[in-house]
């Protein structure tokens, strides 16, 4: 293509469409749509970087092929590169969407060509990271929507601007960032390679720090839509500060988000730790350009949070590093307490962390498997209880007949939460079931071990005991129920194996027969002392009852005889007997009026008076 008669000079941080721009405002053209059109050039094909294109254009201005090298924008699908370095094509705002205001001012001061012609799109004001203008520290200014030309018409857009309000004043001076520095340094090309943040593409690189930074300055569920480009700028610094360190930083950075986690202000899911940094990456891009970092930030949490398989982050989680006293409990089949004491006693955990929950206790997961694996089929209280579907009361009989002990290896067993073998219930079970050799009869009423305890009056350890001595010839195993609660017995036969030998005494019911007064003038002359009597079980429902021993009530009848006893020995009547008897000098012993019966003593008596038929007689 010839070189036109008219042209403007390509500035060294031009962009081709603003060149391309300039030179047809130059050559009288309103629209730089018209002047490609009119010169043969695809305009797409120029925007899209096609180097044909690109050429024609360099042509056209007189400018060498070797002069556009480093601004010459390639596009790749959704992708753009520039000088070795590749950005996302919404990161790169081509068509001036942004400028410096002194810049502009500086570029219309400036001798030759028309004044229309003389700004000019930086390529560095195309990239969204950078806000900032390095030579004049100035936020850049957003070009007003309303007023700009159309979309890669530079020169109209820029004398629109001049044109609008947005110019009228220059913005307040805003420190020009060392993240912009960065940025603007590798758009340029000058990229060292050396650092961890280097081997990052571009975009990624500026993407992290801004995410980065504004999980610092604004929370880890920022809300992107409430950061102002201003806050943007601080953020990305933020980030660029922990990133250009390198990985260590980075993952320091993230093990520091941990903290919430650590303080119980949340769980370990990656959305909860990492809040919008996780989001982005697991949701918001599938782009593998950031699965250098999702493998960071995978790598940080499984080696500090307690995630495994059942778990997501960026996926489902396939391995462990470690575990929690609350995962481990889940995958060993051990009560959290249990672990968590087991591994106090091994001095896998220390003590001082019993502030924290089970989910925040951590242990590796080989420890884990080392010291839950010991504990796998051993059971707490109630799941032992439940396995051999024991109610309380049997439970309670089987640990006091030690029949059921618990599976603690050491003498230290008091201080721990016991635990039960679930193979050796197992095995006591079966044992048991082999003692049930009676076939269950439905018609006949038979009792479980509570109820044929507590009816047969006798405790459940005797019943059990019975069982193990093999003295039961009437137990069966109920066909609907499970375990201990099938058992049946016979309450006759439990009865009589398990009744008292007899204590020998008289029950007072008996005594008042063998003395043949009232139980009430019995009671009194045993308040009076005139009987002695002791306590012993009944023999039958195991009560503590009162008897008289045969003895005392020997005692008693040898010393004393009733009235209604002489009645009926002489045929008297008693009126006249006690009259007869006070005549004779022999007063009562004990008066009616204290016992409700009258008694003499035996010695104070006539010889006439028979003693016949007095108990004490009988009795001997
Ligand atoms: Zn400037």
Redesign the pocket.
């Known amino acids: 293509m010839t070189k036109l008669a008219i042209t403007v000079p390509f500035h060294l941080d031009e962009t081709v469409p603003s060149f391309a721009s300039r030179l047809a405002s130059a050559n009288f053209a309103d629209r730089v749509h018209d002047f490609l059109w009119l010169t043969g050039i695809n305009s797409q094909d120029l925007y899209d970087g096609k180097v044909a294109a690109v050429e024609a254009l360099m042509e056209l201005g007189g400018i060498s092929p070797d002069k556009f090298s480093n601004r010459h924008v390639v596009r790749d699908g959704h992708f753009l590169d520039l000088n070795g370095e590749r950005l996302s094509k919404h990161l790169f705002n081509r068509g001036c969407r942004k400028y ?1 205001y ?2 502009v001012v500086e570029d219309l001061q400036c001798d030759g060509g028309a004044i229309d012609e003389r700004p000019y799109d930086r390529l560095h004001w195309n990239v969204s990271f950078i806000r900032t ?1 390095v ?2 520290g ?1 936020p850049f200014t957003k070009v007003d929507r309303f007023t700009s030309a159309s979309k890669d018409d530079v020169v109209n857009i820029l004398k629109c601007e001049r044109q609008s309000s947005n110019f009228a004043k220059p913005p307040r001076v805003q420190a020009h960032t060392e993240f912009e520095k960065y940025i603007e340094g590798r758009v340029w090309g000058r990229r060292k390679s050396s650092d961890w943040i280097d081997t990052l593409p571009l975009y990624v690189a500026g993407r992290l720090c801004e995410t980065v930074g504004a999980t610092i300055t604004k929370g880890r569920r920022f809300v992107s839509a409430e950061l102002n480009d201003s806050d943007w700028h601080v953020a990305a610094q933020s980030g660029f500060e922990i990133l250009q360190s390198g990985e260590d930083s980075f993952r320091a950075f993230l093990e520091s988000m941990h903290s919430a986690f650590f303080e119980k202000r949340s769980d370990f899911g990656g959305r909860a730790v990492y809040g919008r940094l996780y989001e982005r990456l697991a949701h918001e891009t599938h782009d593998p350009a950031y699965d250098a970092i999702r493998d960071i930030i995978r790598d940080v949490a499984l080696s500090n949070l307690p995630l495994g398989p059942g778990d997501e982050l960026f996926g489902p989680v396939r391995e462990r590093q470690l575990h929690s006293v609350h995962s481990g409990a889940k995958a060993y089949g051990v009560h959290p307490k249990t672990l968590r004491k087991e591994l106090a006693k091994s001095g896998v955990i220390d003590v001082h962390q019993s502030d924290l929950t089970d989910e925040r206790v951590l242990v590796s997961a080989t420890v884990m498997a080392k010291v839950a694996g010991h504990l796998k089929h051993k059971s707490h209280k109630a799941e032992a209880m439940s396995f051999l579907n024991a109610d309380r009361g049997t439970w309670m009989a089987l640990i006091r007949c030690g029949r059921v002990v618990t599976a603690h290896p050491n003498d230290n067993a008091e201080r721990q939460i016991p635990v039960y073998d679930l193979n050796k219930l197992g095995r006591l079970l079966a044992f048991l079931e082999g003692l049930a050799t009676s076939k269950y009869n439905r018609i006949s009423v038979s009792y479980s071990f509570s109820t044929v305890a507590s009816r047969a009056k006798c405790s459940i350890d005797e019943v059990i005991e019975l069982m193990f001595a093999g003295k039961l010839s009437k137990c069966s195993l109920a066909p609907n129920e499970r375990g201990l609660e099938a058992f049946r017995f016979d309450l006759n036969e439990i009865k009589n194996l398990t009744r008292l030998p007899h204590h020998g005494g008289r029950s007072l019911a008996e005594a008042a027969a063998d003395l043949r007064i009232g139980t009430k003038p019995l009671a009194k002359l045993i308040a009076l002392g005139h009987i002695v009597t002791e306590t012993a079980k009944n023999p039958d429902n195991r009560c503590r009852q009162t008897i008289i021993r045969a003895n005392a009530l020997s005692e008693f009848s040898e010393k004393y005889i009733s009235l209604f006893q002489l009645r009926r020995n002489t045929g008297i009547d008693p009126r006249r007997l006690k009259r007869k008897l006070l005549e004779l000098g022999v007063a009562p012993a004990i008066f009616e009026e204290e016992v409700g019966a009258t008694f003499y003593l035996c010695s104070a008596l006539p010889e006439q008076i028979p003693l016949a038929g007095n108990c004490f007689v009988n009795m001997r």
Do not use: M
């Open positions: 410096c002194q810049c203008c030579r004049h100035l």
